[in-house]
């Protein structure tokens, strides 16, 4: 029964994740295709993390353009992998578009026990040589993400290993560090792309 429980909150995260940030805001329609737009936005909350070269990431390093953030862990064997070949696609395709602001693309750890900056490194630039890996003690990533409302469950394996079972949305904040935007699995490449540049283009 429990793992029923956790698989539906896994698969339906992003959706539960903007419907409870939308009970407090008001969404703006720009004939978006997966993303629901906030207004108004949501200040980060404090936070003091690690990224993959072992360099303090903090709300400065949010500031001054745009992020994609998505969370996850490297010994994830599916939606995490999976999620980040999509957005190095989504990269690649904004990067092309006349007059884009490239975003920074983000991997938030949700499994700080395993993921050192140093297994970071080696995972997200798999994916893209501009991906940025954060992790930290346990204690400041649960803050973080109940912060921002990412549901997590460590589940224990047969073979007495662990698995984590988290949402797949992924987070868009703004140039003043704010969460602007929530793309809703399942995710496209194509559509990410497109929503991300009527979005950054009404700003």
């Known amino acids: 029964m429990m793992t029923a429980v956790v698989a539906i909150v896994a698969i339906g995260a992003g959706a539960l994740l903007a419907r409870a940030i939308l009970d407090r805001s008001q969404s703006t329609d720009l004939g978006l295709a997966t993303a629901t737009v ?15 070269s072992g360099a303090a990431f903090d709300k400065s390093r949010m500031r001054g353009h745009w992020s994609l953030v998505f969370f996850g862990f490297t010994h994830c064997p599916d ?68 912060a921002l409302g990412i549901p997590v469950a460590r589940t224990a394996l047969p073979n007495g290993d662990y698995t984590v079972d988290h949402s797949a949305a992924i987070l868009l904040f703004d140039p003043a560090g704010a969460l602007h935007a929530v793309f809703s699995a399942p995710h ?16």
Request: overall charge negative; hydrophobic content about 45%; proline content about 10%.
């Open 38 to 52: 906030l207004s108004p936005t949501r200040p980060l909350p404090e936070f003091a993390l690690t990224d993959q």
């Open 79 to 146: 939606v995490c992998p999976t999620t980040l070949a999509m957005l190095a696609q989504a990269e690649k395709k904004i990067a092309a578009a006349p007059a884009a602001i490239a975003p920074q693309v983000i991997l938030v750890s949700v499994d700080p026990e395993r993921d050192t900056p140093e297994l970071l490194a080696k995972y997200v630039k798999y994916f893209s040589p501009t991906f940025t890996g954060v992790t930290g003690p346990v204690t400041a990533i649960d803050e973080f993400t109940r």
């Open 188 to 203: 496209s490449a194509d559509l990410i792309a497109a929503d991300y540049r009527r979005i950054v283009n009404a700003n």
